[in-house]
């Protein structure tokens, strides 16, 4: 009775025995079926997009002052894509989570003079009034730890 106990015992311990040892893997599989987190693909970067500004000013044109609507439609960075985050039990401040989130922002920014290409005033095109403006945009982008 005992040789049959200790027998059942070492097929049980041999079809669930995993090879390094650990008792527990969250992403190994097995005959028995497995779990297995998805892994998220990266696409963080940067992209050149086209883009309206317009800007009210206050300029001197043909000696008079005046208020114009000036515009401009240049290519400008934008950050787009995703970022892996998780949130997963912490186990030694239970019930709290264990947070590892991403966000695709900009690494560092650029700013620059863009020339405003046509102005209006009253809706009639000033000709030869380009005045230029400062615009901010990313230099580029990738996955930073989101700030809540």
Known sequence: MVAIN??????????????????????????????????????????????????????????????????ARPFVNECEGVCQSKAEPNVSTFPDLKKDCKCCKEGRLLTRQVVLNECYENGVLLPGLQ?????????????FPCRN
Do not use: H
Not at 131 to 141: G, K, R
């Open 6 to 71: 200790l027998f059942i015992l070492l097929g049980f311990l041999a079809c669930f025995r995993l090879t390094d040892g650990s008792r527990f893997r969250s992403n190994a599989g097995s005959r028995f079926g497995s779990f297995r987190r998805p892994e998220a693909l990266e696409t963080c970067n940067t992209k050149r997009i086209e883009m309206d500004i317009t800007r009210t000013l206050s300029v001197t044109y043909n000696g008079v002052q005046k208020t114009v609507e000036c515009v």
């Open 131 to 143: 005045p230029s403006t400062s615009i901010t945009e990313p230099a580029d982008c990738a996955c």
